[in-house]
């Protein structure tokens, strides 16, 4: 239990990271919106018999990513970073580091206009 506890966490933080890195000063309430849909995600997976996998917390991210940060109407760029950085960086939750660099990967190289 406690280590499912901590992997969750670890996934908030990593999620969180890359809201940051797209966005600087998000908005309060679309935070909360994420953190409140996670949660009652990951709850509601918890209280199923189903066993809690990785797949299912990226699963959860990416659900509540498009209920309360993709419902706003961003740019063609902001969907290539973000579609760009859950493709390619959803192996790396468990280390920020890592999981900065390809973000960064993704917006400066994968996504940048100029770099094309």
Request: glycine share 6%; with cysteine; net charge positive.
């Amino acid at each position: 239990m406690l280590k499912r506890q901590n992997m969750m966490k670890t996934n908030v933080i990593a999620m969180f990271m890359i809201m940051g890195i797209f966005f600087g000063q998000a908005i309060a309430d679309s935070k909360q919106c994420y953190v409140d849909c996670y949660l009652e995600c990951i709850n509601s997976m918890e209280q199923g018999n189903d066993p809690v996998l990785h797949n299912k917390f990226v699963s959860c991210a990416w659900k509540c990513l498009k209920k309360c940060m993709l419902s706003s109407g961003f740019s063609d760029l902001y969907y290539c970073r973000l579609g760009c950085s859950m493709d390619a960086c959803s192996n790396s939750y468990d280390d920020p580091k890592k999981m900065e660099g390809c973000v960064n990967h993704c917006s400066n190289n994968i996504c940048n206009p100029k770099a094309s």
